[in-house]
């Protein structure tokens, strides 16, 4: 079994900062791309960042300049560090990483971590 375990949520006031970490464990074989999306209420679901195993990242174009992803390859985690925070980035933050296993290669999902940054 995969799982991807997600912390460092929380309430914050706007212009502050947070930081989320993810650690995937189980029977992985490698992990290729990870990633941050979020969910708003009455919204879909939107990816904020995502990094590959080389490092190469990609960011939503309403979270550059203010978040950072970055993961360790070795210890299977991933990061986002949030920065200058507005009540907008409010939502559930979700985890992603496409793991392969000696079965397949699919996307697994965290749980969801609750940010809330008031204004």
């Known amino acids: 079994q995969v799982q991807l375990v997600e912390s460092g949520g929380g309430l914050v006031q706007a212009g502050g900062s947070l930081r989320l970490s993810c650690v995937a464990s189980g029977r992985i074989l490698s992990i290729n791309s990870m990633g941050w999306h979020r969910q708003a209420p009455g919204k879909e679901r939107e990816l904020v960042a995502q990094?590959?195993?080389?490092?190469?990242?990609n960011y939503a174009d309403s979270v550059k300049g203010r978040f950072t992803i970055s993961r360790d390859n070795a210890k299977n985690t991933v990061d986002l560090q949030m920065s200058t925070l507005k009540p907008e980035d409010t939502a559930v933050y979700y985890c992603?990483?496409?793991?392969?296993?000696?079965?397949?290669?699919?996307?697994?999902w965290g749980q969801g971590t609750q940010v809330t940054v008031s204004s």
């Open positions: 992603s990483a496409d793991i392969s296993t000696v079965v397949f290669t699919r996307r697994y």
């Open positions: 990094i590959n195993s080389g490092g190469s990242t």
